[in-house]
């Protein structure tokens, strides 16, 4: 099978990314290559795979040739991360969660006299809601008194994102999106108001970097001087990287009510009517053992975790309010399960972005679930959002082969209030027309109506 | 050193526009030095005050070592 490289993986000289059908293989070349042998072969190495924060990595046996791969390499295998997810995806609670391990697996590297020469976001994924680094080929030999040149980067991809959502109370998602590199230092500098900008690790990693960068710019310093000049001891970096550590470890975005928030305890079903909807989805899961579900408009998770109850191997939930996901990822921590919600709109979705609009992919790209619940969302898109409702039926059956959708009648209390104030230009949504339209994209298996205002479950399969 | 930190509190002092062309971690590589200058500094401060302790007449003497060899040593 011919080896085909990850399109975002491009930066490193050392080696890349492929993919050979299932697998996830890595090529090494030149200098590397000794590096990584010893590395895998290190005790350092292993307990950090045995303990899950380093993603399990072996030598691979093929020969390079086969793989179409010319110059003398290493090929190491890595294990499979089910759904790649990107940073500015990530709820605070899950990007404050992956700059915690980046900067333990540094400090556990450290002490074995290993670095890390990058500190990019991307280099973090998720299993369930556990990150997990994945790029063992940033990993270096230390050399004593040397800077930490992923400094800049950890600052713009983890830091800064995470103080403009806990100090300015701004979600980063959409800029970081619209930038993929972070939130930049320098900018953050600008924005934050005088009374945060006076905390040592707020002078030391945002104001102080912004401007002796500008004072490098004027040439009134030299850094590349500095550098050669004055070794950085290996003390100094790790009390920087454990300053961080529990800096980045106490700060929380600001409490924020939003409607999405309080949407699990504050809706419009009664107790009876929560119990018919999570013994359909449950029934349904059970019938499919699905080993991903998409759950889209996930709120804090509740129908989530009815579907691993019922046996899915994981859940992916895809939220559109930033505070309502980080809720919902603060609960699978808290309840240890195997969710992953993700900031996400289902009328804007993440697009294929980057070099060749290829580097980061889209969300369609990457979902590859084998279930759909979407579980009284589609009012939201069809309504709220003026989404034609064949349009809409398409693009959900398209998500996964099997799954439930909820249909919400027009006499249902959300849809009334969400109509209130607006001209009722939705003529075409009608519980029979969506019935018609899911028949026409897939078999329709079970259907049940678990509310008295109108709200109707649909179970279908397209796999036929 | 003195000069690098004297700077430090200078450019905090000053305010001044960002340009991108720049590498991005110039400001990161200067924080480092900074760093390193205290760190030189620390060093110094430390060294110093254990010799300054090492004169005064009333330091501590070291407590009598548990090894009794080391007992053993004492009394040759």
Redesign the interface.
């Known amino acids: 099978m011919t080896a085909e490289r990850v399109a975002g993986s491009y930066r490193d000289r050392k080696g890349y990314v492929f993919t050979s059908g299932d697998r996830i293989l890595r090529s090494v070349v030149g200098g590397a290559i000794g590096v990584q042998r010893e590395l895998i072969e290190s005790k350092v190495f292993k307990q950090l795979v045995s303990s899950g924060r380093l993603i399990g990595t072996g030598i691979a046996r093929d020969d390079p040739a086969t793989l179409g791969l010319k110059d003398p390499t290493l090929l190491l295998e890595h294990e499979r991360v089910r759904f790649i997810s990107y940073p500015y995806e990530w709820p605070f609670a899950a990007l404050r969660a992956a700059a915690l391990l980046h900067l333990d697996v540094h400090l556990e590297l450290l002490d074995h006299g290993y670095t890390l020469s990058d500190a990019s976001a991307y280099n973090i994924q998720f299993r369930g809601h556990e990150p997990v680094f994945i790029d063992v080929l940033s990993i270096e030999r230390y050399v004593d008194g040397t800077y930490w040149n992923g400094h800049r980067q950890f600052c713009d991809q983890f830091l800064s994102p995470l103080l403009l959502s806990a100090k300015l109370g701004v979600p980063y998602n959409a800029t970081y999106r619209g930038r993929l590199e972070g939130i930049s230092s320098t900018e953050l500098a600008r924005m934050l108001p005088l009374r945060h900008k006076l905390s040592l690790q707020t002078l030391l990693h945002i104001v102080l970097p912004a401007r002796l960068e500008s004072a490098a710019r004027r040439g009134r310093v030299d850094a590349r001087g500095v550098a050669a000049r004055r070794p950085l001891p290996r003390s100094s970096l790790r009390n920087m990287l454990t300053g961080l550590k529990r800096w980045i470890g106490r700060l929380s975005p600001p409490s924020r009510h939003t409607d999405w928030t309080s949407y699990a305890t504050n809706n419009t079903y009664r107790d009876a009517e929560r119990a018919a909807k999570s013994d359909f989805v449950a029934r349904a899961v059970r019938a499919a053992m699905p080993r991903t579900v998409l759950d889209l408009g996930c709120n804090t998770g509740d129908y989530a975790a009815v579907a691993l109850g019922a046996g899915a191997g994981s859940v992916i939930g895809a939220e559109a309010d930033a505070a309502t996901a980080d809720l919902a990822f603060r609960r699978a921590q808290k309840e240890n399960l195997r969710f992953l919600p993700i900031v996400q709109d289902a009328a804007n979705p993440s697009p294929s972005q980057g070099w060749r609009e290829a580097e980061r992919l889209s969300f369609t790209e990457r979902a590859g679930a084998d279930f759909l619940m979407a579980l009284a969302v589609g009012h939201h898109l069809a309504i709220g959002r003026n989404i034609p409702l064949d349009e809409m039926v398409r693009w959900m059956v398209g998500l996964a082969p099997r799954g439930v959708i909820e249909f919400v009648r027009k006499t249902d209390a959300t849809v009334r209030k969400m109509l209130s104030l607006r001209e009722d230009i939705f003529a075409d949504y009608t519980e029979d027309r969506f019935r018609d339209l899911l028949a026409a994209n897939a078999r329709i298996v079970d259907c049940r109506t678990v509310s008295e205002e109108g709200r109707a479950l649909f179970q279908y399969d397209r796999r036929e | 050193?003195p000069r690098?930190i004297a700077?430090?509190i200078?450019?905090?002092l000053?305010s001044?526009?960002?340009?991108a062309y720049?590498?991005?971690?110039?400001?990161?590589?200067?924080?480092?030095?900074?760093?390193?200058?205290?760190?030189?500094i620390s060093a110094g401060i430390t060294a110093f005050w254990s010799r300054i302790r090492h004169l005064l007449p009333w330091r501590q003497s070291p407590k009598p070592s548990a090894d009794p060899s080391d007992q053993d040593a004492s009394r040759s």
Not at chain 2, 29 to 39: D, E
């Open positions: 050193m690098l700077l430090t200078l450019v905090c000053a001044s526009p960002a340009y720049l590498d991005p971690g110039t400001g990161s590589i200067l924080v480092q030095g900074f760093l390193a200058a205290l760190a030189v």
